[in-house]
């Protein structure tokens, strides 16, 4: 729960807002029709993500709609990840088996920002192997400010990667995840790596 979050949500004009923590909603049950959380589960902050999963769920009405962003692979740790209190990163089975867990039904689990993974992922790798003679940790990310050029060719990656949608990536920097609370209508389409009716069976990482 952030408090400068909140102050910046006025700013912006927003009135309908709440300061708690995602393992102890302050919502009835069943309150909503569609929830999303974007890099939020991950942090040490939330001590345990499957309460915090399944608190979303008792929110959701049924047929309600997770929508989930995480941080991809605990070995692509980085400083960045120390300065912003990583506590946990996924892989898509993981991510899965959770939303099982917490009583949702996974309609859809892929990695994505993939084109990019392996540079940036070679990238962490030496960083770490640079590391390993130990030494005190990391006070500042390893992420700075780019060029408005470079931006643009990052964000033209992102945008082929948009059109190839259809592409079951094996790996990515972050994971995806759409999630139904069942005894309601499904609004999203499986995709054929993942059908609703399989989604719950065989729950082992990848």
């Known amino acids: 729960a952030?408090?400068?979050?909140?102050?910046?949500?006025?700013?912006?004009?927003?009135t309908r807002l709440a300061l708690a923590g995602v393992e102890r909603l302050p919502f009835r049950e069943g309150a909503f029709d569609l929830m999303t959380s974007a890099d939020v589960l991950y942090h040490r902050g939330v001590r345990d993500d499957l309460a915090?999963?399944?608190?979303?769920?008792?929110?959701?009405?049924?047929?309600?709609?997770?929508?989930?962003?995480?941080?991809?692979?605990d070995w692509l740790r980085s400083s960045h990840d120390e300065v912003i209190h990583t506590a946990r990163r996924y892989t898509a089975g993981e991510v899965r088996a959770k939303l099982c867990a917490a009583g949702l039904t996974p309609l859809r689990v892929r990695y994505w920002n993939s084109l990019l993974f392996p540079p940036l992922a070679a990238v962490r790798l030496l960083r770490r192997i640079a590391r390993t003679g130990g030494g005190p940790p990391?006070?500042?990310?390893?992420?700075?400010?780019?060029?408005?050029?470079?931006?643009?060719?990052?964000?033209?990656?992102?945008r082929i990667e948009e059109a190839l949608d259809f592409v079951a990536w094996p790996a990515g920097l972050s994971v995806m995840a759409v999630a139904r609370k069942d005894g309601g209508p499904a609004r999203v389409a499986a995709t054929p790596h993942?059908?609703?009716?399989?989604a719950c069976k065989g729950r082992g990482r990848r």
């Open 52 to 73: 915090a999963l399944r608190e979303a769920a008792r929110c959701l009405r049924p047929g309600g709609i997770l929508v989930l962003n995480l941080p991809a692979f």
């Open 2 to 14: 952030s408090p400068h979050a909140l102050a910046l949500a006025r700013r912006r004009r927003l």
């Open 194 to 198: 993942a059908p609703p009716s399989e």
């Open 138 to 158: 990391p006070e500042h990310s390893d992420l700075s400010a780019l060029p408005r050029w470079l931006n643009g060719m990052l964000a033209a990656l992102l």
